[in-house]
């Protein structure tokens, strides 16, 4: 019985020293991500000109004028503090929990964000372009996935919608950047890198603020957690000029945006946001 208790001990050390090894590799894989991000940032000599989106559809050029100040250095990679609140259910039962959250923005190469959800069982990881990884009392894993073609356009659709609102430099018309009009206050910007490409329209009020941001994502958020196209967006708030960008402060998202079947998930309250260069 000693020997048993002895091997049984050894086996659940060398579990727990397995679990936080992964969670170490994991860390140091987000801050090697994280800066490879970092440096995707440029070193502002470009500023911003009305002329630079005067061949744009109006809703897209009322948009520009209203998120970037003119002479603005345009800047594309933010890192981003945020607090508010994320679902762990359903529509029927959302049980919200307080977030805290980090996030670097380089839109079209990739984004992290590190999220902690404090509380008796407090959950933590991160999600990125490659992976989506979390864990319990920050080494137990309940989720990890990623490195396939379904993440990836996933996690692009995310990270390029994002960058409408919070690095609207990020998608100024370019090479990875077009823009096409939809109706007097909307206009469609499509998002490329690679194999990965992301529609999303934005639809804008009389100034120019981007109140909502809708697209069909690449998701598997539904009751056959089988991945298909599917209404996805957020509602913008609370704008503020942070840098010489107008930016939104309060971010609502959703699944199946718009339909009978949305379920708003994700709740940000921004903290701070910085614009980086070199």
């Given at each position: 019985?000693?020997?048993?208790?002895?091997?049984?001990?050894?086996?659940?050390g060398?579990?727990?020293?397995?679990?936080?090894?992964?969670?170490?590799?994991?860390?140091?894989?987000?801050?090697k991500?994280?800066?490879?991000?970092?440096?995707?940032?440029?070193?502002?000599?470009?500023?911003?000109?009305?002329?630079?989106?005067?061949?744009?559809?109006?809703?897209?050029?009322?948009?520009?004028?209203?998120?970037?100040?003119?002479?603005?250095?345009?800047?594309?990679?933010?890192?981003?503090?945020?607090g508010?609140?994320?679902?762990?259910?359903?529509?029927?039962?959302?049980?919200?929990?307080?977030?805290?959250?980090?996030?670097?923005?380089?839109?079209?190469?990739?984004?992290?964000?590190?999220?902690?959800?404090?509380?008796?069982?407090?959950?933590?990881?991160?999600?990125?372009?490659?992976?989506?990884?979390?864990?319990?009392?920050?080494?137990?894993?309940?989720?990890?996935?990623?490195?396939?073609?379904?993440?990836?356009?996933?996690?692009?659709?995310?990270?390029?919608?994002?960058?409408?609102?919070?690095?609207?430099?990020?998608?100024?018309?370019?090479?990875?950047?077009?823009?096409?009009?939809?109706?007097?206050?909307?206009?469609?910007?499509?998002?490329?890198?690679?194999?990965?490409?992301?529609?999303?329209?934005?639809?804008?009020?009389?100034?120019?603020?981007?109140?909502l941001?809708?697209?069909?994502?690449?998701?598997?958020?539904?009751?056959?957690?089988?991945?298909?196209?599917?209404?996805?967006?957020?509602?913008?708030?609370?704008?503020?000029?942070?840098?010489?960008?107008?930016?939104?402060?309060?971010?609502?998202?959703?699944?199946?945006?718009?339909?009978?079947d949305?379920?708003?998930?994700?709740?940000?309250?921004?903290?701070?946001?910085?614009f980086?260069?070199?």
């Open positions: 019985m000693k020997t048993f208790l002895l091997v049984l001990l050894a086996c659940f060398i579990l727990i020293i397995l679990l936080v090894s992964i969670s170490v590799l994991d860390y140091i894989s987000d801050m991500e994280w800066k490879r991000l970092a440096e995707m940032s440029n070193g502002a000599a470009v500023r911003f000109d009305h002329s630079m989106v005067r061949e744009l559809p109006e809703p897209g050029r009322r948009f520009f004028h209203f998120a970037i100040a003119e002479g603005t250095p345009l800047l594309r990679v933010a890192e981003i503090d945020m508010g609140q994320f679902s762990l259910g359903t529509k029927e039962n959302p049980n919200y929990q307080p977030m805290e959250a980090h996030q670097i923005l380089a839109s079209p190469y990739g984004f992290v964000w590190r999220l902690h959800l404090p509380g008796i069982m407090p959950i933590s990881g991160s999600d990125s372009g490659t992976w989506t990884r979390f864990r319990i009392l920050g080494f137990i894993p309940v989720a990890r996935m990623g490195g396939n073609m379904d993440h990836a356009k996933a996690a692009f659709g995310r990270y390029a919608a994002e960058s409408v609102f919070w690095t609207p430099a990020a998608v100024l018309p370019g090479q990875y950047v077009q823009w096409q009009p939809v109706d007097k206050n909307t206009a469609r910007v499509t998002v490329t890198n690679g194999e990965v490409s992301q529609e999303i329209d934005i639809q804008v009020d009389e100034i120019g603020r981007p109140v941001v809708s697209f069909m994502r690449w998701s598997n958020a539904n009751k056959e957690k089988t991945f298909r196209l599917q209404p996805f967006g957020g509602k913008l708030s609370d704008f503020r000029e942070v840098q010489g960008y107008k930016v939104p402060f309060k971010v609502e998202a959703a699944n199946m945006f718009g339909t009978n949305e379920f708003v998930f994700f709740k940000a309250e921004v903290k701070e946001i910085r980086l260069k070199k």
